[in-house]
């Protein structure tokens, strides 16, 4: 049976860590994510939980010992935000390059410098191409939700890869909302016992972990990666019908929000998305025909699907919160331009960076954004392709 709670995003993903109740948990506070381990560690001190909470001095130690721990054929967890995402990146590699289900809240929040505690998605969009699959939500409820199901999802047997459930630093970390947790019973059904299939504590047949990888075989360990990437998508789908029974929430890949018959509409992910609702329907009501495409999965990137959602709108405007400094414009931007452009669709793609180092969004600058793309599709030019949304001159 589900409760309804008041807790911060922070406490219920601390709730959800001790409904999974992991092997091994290894972490190093750092803001906006402190009160998450904060919190699980007390419910380790309180015996709440059988795991066991491995302090470090560093956020590089905590995946290092995560790693171990989940080679060693534990279910291992750790959390972190920004510098700290920073400091783990090789060994980021390494956690997947290792094939290793380890699941990590990621509490978003820009990247120093100049030194900023407040939110953008700097810190996971730099380690989107290190092999780790990327969940974002909305809101408190949609993280928890994510977090108990990455579990299932990264210790797949057609997957083995681990997994990031993105929050908003402080938006998402710091607010209270009522949510709905399920019971203690049903999260432990749903995410099983972890078996691994090879692992180091395996005395009965014994493997070395971590081993030099040269031109004989390395391509093909990549290969496989590239593989189990694949899989992934379904393995989502999957999983996310599985949870719906017990939560009765559906999740897919992304959510289409008024965009059955939409002209124009919004591409977004995280905490903005609930901000960019609000803005189509207040457009809605005065009869303007637009909706928003919210990004659920962003890695592996569900390129097909998202462009048959997007191939029949006159313009498209992809909200990113990070900066690629590329000049091709921002992360997200970019991934929808390429999806767009493989199917041959005639839509208007413009790009508009916003909310770095936590700036509010407004609604009025969301509904800014689809005037622009009126002016687009009457006069079918683009002034800007790249824009800074919020910036002050």
Not at 8 to 23: H, K, L, W, Y
Not at 40 to 50: C, E, I, L
Not at 146 to 164: C, F, T
Not at 372 to 380: I, K, N, R
Request: with cysteine; charged share 25%; proline share 3%.
């Amino acid at each position: 049976m589900s409760n309804q709670v008041a807790l911060t995003g922070n406490e219920v993903m601390a709730q959800a860590m001790r409904q999974i109740n992991p092997d091994v948990v290894a972490a190093y506070p750092i803001t906006p994510q402190t009160a998450m381990v904060q919190v699980f560690s007390q419910f380790v001190a309180d015996g709440k939980v059988d795991t066991e909470y491995v302090t470090v001095e560093s956020e590089h130690s905590a995946m290092s010992a995560t790693v171990g721990a989940s080679a060693a054929g534990s279910r291992a967890m750790t959390a972190t935000a920004a510098n700290g995402l920073a400091l783990m990146w090789e060994v980021l590699y390494i956690a997947s390059g290792t094939r290793l289900p380890i699941v990590m809240p990621v509490v978003n929040r820009a990247l120093s410098g100049p030194i900023n505690i407040h939110c953008d998605h700097s810190d996971a969009m730099g380690a989107r191409d290190a092999g780790w699959i990327q969940f974002f939500a909305e809101n408190g409820q949609e993280a928890y939700d994510n977090a108990i199901q990455a579990v299932r999802i990264s210790e797949h047997e057609d997957v083995r890869m681990p997994s990031m459930v993105n929050l908003d630093g402080f938006i998402i970390s710091h607010a209270v909302e009522n949510l709905e947790i399920l019971a203690d019973e049903d999260v432990e059904e749903f995410v099983g016992d972890y078996q691994a299939d090879n692992y180091l504590l395996n005395s009965e047949s014994p493997i070395a972990v971590g081993p030099l990888d040269l031109q004989d075989f390395y391509f093909e360990h990549k290969m496989q990666q590239a593989v189990a990437t694949e899989n992934v998508k379904d393995v989502v789908l999957e999983v996310a019908k599985e949870y719906e029974e017990i939560s009765g929430r559906e999740y897919g890949l992304f959510e289409e929000y008024r965009l059955d018959d939409a002209e124009m509409a919004v591409v977004a992910l995280g905490s903005t998305t609930g901000t960019a609702k609000a803005a189509v329907d207040n457009l809605r009501e005065q009869g303007v025909k637009v909706g928003l495409l919210k990004i659920r999965l962003y890695r592996p990137f569900p390129a097909q699907e998202i462009a048959d959602a997007l191939k029949d709108l006159e313009a498209v405007a992809v909200l990113d919160r990070a900066e690629t400094f590329s000049t091709t414009g921002g992360p997200v931007f970019i991934d929808i331009r390429a999806a767009l452009y493989d199917i041959k669709a005639d839509v208007e793609v413009v790009n508009y960076i916003y909310g770095l180092g936590g700036r509010d969004i407004k609604v009025e600058e969301i509904e800014s954004v689809f005037n622009d793309l009126q002016q687009v599709v009457e006069t079918g030019n683009v002034e800007q392709k790249i824009n800074h949304l919020g910036v002050r001159e």
